[in-house]
């Protein structure tokens, strides 16, 4: 019985041990494993043996969460604490186990500066032994060591534990990386990782100082947007480490946190022009030209906005649109790689590195990879092996455009040398008349100049200036053809100038040493000679002698000509004060000379039609539009293939009741020069269409062409206003034929072009006018949106007798009809006109051969008598 009761206690002993270790195991399952310190080691990761816990609801007191310690709520951590972005709170703990018998001082490292909030408790025995609150929303003063990071100090008794909790609350992305220091070996790999980082930083400068360099000497915006992009990087990455921060503004976290958002706005904005400026984003290239506007204007709003949005809202903003621009900028960059460009394929190789640096930055930042230096310092690692490419690139590009200098520079010389060459050619025809060798009108202003200043400084009384001008010339043009009628200018021409130097007080023009010259050729027929009178009332008599030495028949080919001419006389200083109204008055005088024996006329007020007249006019003409006083004559437009009438030009008249007939060539201008083109030019369309409207109603189905004026492209609502009339008039687009000359459109290319496209696109057909004639280049009138090319009259009148003109003719209208445009031929004056323009594949031709302009009245007798076949030619 005595075993059985011994056997008994024993069993009963092994139960309590049983129970007991029952209890101590579920005591370590309440907590995670504990981090035993290794006396050698200098460091230790302390996130395998730490457990987390989600505040959830109403916050948590420190001291609810320590009594709570064995709560199920604790979860082990697996690898690494990061939940990527996230407002929630978590509370961490860990358990330290010293097994020394003696007291041992570590450094806890919260290796991440951008936690808004951290509460730290150092629990012994169940009682808090120290405590800390801190963050970057604090200033840099609260942290129990000033560092970059948060630094703890723990202090462990010998063979003891001590438990150390946190509360972290963040704005962006929540990652705790913590490790156990010792205080020596912290403070060293501080230093090694401050020189580091200052490495990397200095790097940063100097790549934003050389390139500040090269941006200034070449002016090249690539550069300039290259060194705001590493500027903004060096800010970023500082922020972000915590370096800035903890140097330049420690007591300010307000701002701190602003310019790390501004910073990364500004980074992303930098980057986006870097890349289209260095890739050579142009205009050409649509899609991406767009797709890079649209980043420019997205990152730009970024940066506004980071000066007032929120942390948590702008860097996600920031960060999304890094990706989008990374994105895009790999997209672009790798289709003009893949075409051969050279940059591309260095900026790519170059970005593609920094791009893998800060995309394996951003993943761990959002908890998609695991926190280690290579996933914490991708941007540095990026950063600096893009740097080192980069500068590569710029030496390689430097040395292609020195290359490339140097032959554009032989190229230079050479066509300066040509350049000279032909500049001496291009002076002396820029000088001289081309077909008399005479002084041109520079030569005349210069001499001009010259005698005016005799005559201010008293050697002379005053300056006469004379235009001869030959009348008639173009029946000799039409007689005797173009080469001919040269001839004999050129004759005319010397026989005057010997004629002038002959005659008394006459002003030489120039004088080279060989030859004098006393007669400019000022334009066309037109010739100049400068005297020095004693008395005003002389000139006239000089004059008469002048034109009656002309006026001898001249024998040319075996013909004696007598030539018709008009001479006018304007005086310095008595009725003009400087060689421009000396020269407009010269041509006023000529042009109101009375008809007479000489045929000619001294300037004075009294024969201006171009004072009081023109401001008479102005305000009749504003009369006119309001009272309807103007009228419009049409001229037909007639299909060569056909012969059917398909349109009608509308031509303004105006029939002033005191001056009469008024020539549209002087109140067009007027009205331009004045604002009232705009409502004459609605008069006229107003006008047009209801007439097109009556002959729509009446059977007849036609174009109406009206002419507009350069201003009338320059209205915002130029095109609205047309599409009113044509609905108001119920007529078709298509029925209206807006006609412009080339001159207008290069008044201002671009709002021309803008406003034809406008029209064009409303369905109204467009006319370029008097082809020919204007200076626009062809490589700009093929890209206006046109329907049809009207070749001027001055090409088509005498084609049938001038072969020059004729092929003129043949050659414009296979070129239109190339570039795909109907050409109409103005001028069409006999019937061997029209058979050429038939064999030439002329489309539509006018003329006074078909019919003269008519008022409405006579148009429907017209077509009438036209379609019978009884209508004269030239009626």
């Known amino acids: 019985m005595e075993r059985v009761a011994i056997v008994l206690k024993r069993v009963a002993g092994l139960r309590h041990l049983i129970l007991l270790l029952c209890l101590m195991t579920v005591a370590v399952i309440g907590m995670s494993s504990s981090l035993t310190l290794m006396p050698e080691a200098s460091y230790q990761s302390v996130a395998d043996h730490t457990q987390y816990q989600l505040e959830s609801g109403q916050r948590l007191s420190p001291e609810s969460v320590i009594e709570g310690a064995r709560s199920s709520d604790w979860q082990d951590v697996d690898g690494t604490i990061n939940f990527g972005y996230t407002t929630k709170t978590y509370w961490y703990r860990v358990r330290l186990e010293n097994p020394t018998d003696s007291r041992s001082e570590r450094l806890l490292e919260v290796d991440y500066p951008l936690l808004d909030h951290i509460e730290f408790y150092e629990v012994s025995n169940g009682e808090v032994q120290d405590q800390a609150l801190t963050g970057d929303q604090h200033p840099l003063s609260s942290r129990p060591l000033r560092h970059r990071t948060f630094v703890f100090p723990v202090a462990m008794a010998p063979n003891g534990t001590t438990d150390v909790y946190l509360r972290v609350t963040t704005s962006g992305s929540h990652q705790v990386p913590l490790a156990l220091w010792k205080p020596d070996a912290f403070f060293e790999a501080n230093e090694k990782d401050m020189v580091g980082r200052s490495m990397f930083y200095g790097m940063l400068v100097i790549i934003v100082i050389f390139n500040g360099f090269l941006y200034l000497v070449l002016r090249e915006r690539s550069y300039l947007y290259y060194v705001l992009t590493n500027a903004a990087l060096l800010v970023v990455i500082s922020s972000l480490h915590g370096v800035a921060f903890q140097f330049f503004y420690p007591e300010q976290p307000e701002l701190n946190e602003r310019i ?41 709003a970024n940066v506004v906005g980071s000066f007032f949005m ?9 960060v999304a649109l890094a990706v989008l ?16 460009d050279r940059d591309a394929r260095y900026f790519m190789a170059a970005w593609i590195l920094l791009l893998v640096g800060v995309m394996v930055w951003l993943c761990n930042l959002i908890g998609l990879l695991p926190a280690n230096f290579g996933t914490q310092h991708g941007i540095e690692i990026g950063a600096i092996a893009q740097a080192l490419l980069l500068t590569f690139a710029l030496g390689d590009r430097f040395n292609r455009e020195r290359e490339q200098r140097i032959i554009e520079q032989k190229a ?85 100038n010997d004629v002038v130097l002959s005659l008394r007080d006459t002003a030489v023009i120039e004088d080279d040493g060989n ?62 004060h400087d060689v421009a109204t000396l020269l407009r008055h010269a041509f006023i005088a000529f042009d109101q000379a009375e008809s ?124 609205e206003n047309i599409s009113h009339l044509l609905d108001e008039h119920g007529v078709e687009p298509g029925q209206l034929i807006l006609e412009v000359t080339e001159t207008a459109t290069m008044i201002n290319p671009q709002a021309a072009l803008t406003a034809l496209r406008v029209l064009y696109d409303a369905g ?9 004639t204007g200076y626009s280049s062809l490589s700009y009138i093929r890209k206006l949106p046109v329907h049809e090319i009207k070749i001027d009259r001055s090409f088509v009148m005498e084609m049938d007798s001038n072969r020059d003109d004729a092929t003129i003719v043949r050659t414009t209208i296979n070129m239109c009809h190339d570039l795909g445009f109907e050409v109409v031929a103005e001028g069409v004056e006999s019937n061997d006109t029209c058979e050429l323009l038939r064999s030439m594949s002329c489309d539509i031709m006018q003329g006074f051969y078909l019919a003269r302009p008519m008022p409405d009245d006579r148009v429907g007798p017209w077509l009438y008598d036209y379609r019978d076949g009884t209508a004269v030619p030239g009626v």
């Not at 929120?310 to 920031?318: D, E, G, M, V, W």
């Open 310 to 318: 929120s942390y948590a809202i702008s860097t996600r903003f920031s």
């Open 596 to 719: 007479g024996v000489s045929h000619v006329a001294a300037y004075t007020e009294d024969i201006n039609p171009y004072s009081e007249r023109r401001l008479t006019l102005m305000t009749e003409l504003r009369r006119a539009i309001h009272e309807d006083a103007l009228s419009l004559h049409f001229q037909p437009q007639v299909r060569v293939s056909s012969g059917e009438v398909c349109g009608f030009e509308v031509l303004l008249r105006w029939t002033h009741p005191e001056h009469g007939f008024i020539p549209p060539d002087e109140f067009i201008p007027m009205a331009e020069q004045t604002g009232l083109i705009k409502p004459l030019t609605q008069w006229v369309l107003d006008r047009s269409l209801a007439f097109c409207r009556a002959m729509q109603d009446s059977g007849v189905r036609v174009r109406m062409s009206v002419n507009i004026s350069a201003i009338n492209l320059q209205e915002r609502a130029f095109a």
């Open 260 to 300: 790390t958002l501004v910073s990364s706005a500004l980074l992303t904005l930098f980057f986006s022009l870097f890349a289209r400026t260095f890739l050579g984003i142009n205009e050409q290239m649509r899609v991406a030209n767009w797709l890079f506007r649209v980043l420019v204007y997205a990152t730009s």
């Open 325 to 340: 621009v990374n994105l895009v900028m790999l997209a672009v960059g790798l289709v003009m790689a893949a075409r051969g």
């Open 412 to 496: 230079r010389l050479k066509a300066m040398e040509e350049r000279e060459t032909l500049e001496l050619d291009l002076l002396e025809q820029a000088s001289h008349h081309s077909l008399t060798r005479l002084p041109g009108r520079n030569l005349l202003e210069d001499a001009l100049e010259r005698c005016i200043q005799k005559v201010d400084e008293g050697n002379d009384e005053r300056l006469a200036l004379v235009l001869i001008h030959f009348r008639g010339f173009d029946d000799i043009n039409k007689t005797l053809g173009h080469e001919n009628a040269d001839q004999l200018l050129y004759q005319l021409a010397h026989r005057m």
């Open 764 to 772: 109204i057909r467009l006319a370029i006018d008097d082809f020919g």
């Open 515 to 576: 030859k004098r010259s006393a007669v400019a050729h000022v334009e066309g027929i037109t010739f100049a000679c400068v005297f020095h009178p004693q008395r005003r009332e002389a000139m006239v008599e000089q004059m008469e002698t002048l034109v009656e030495a002309l006026r001898q028949p001249v024998e040319f080919r075996g013909l004696s000509l007598d030539m018709r001419m008009v001479g006018g006389c304007s005086f310095y200083p008595d009725d003009s």
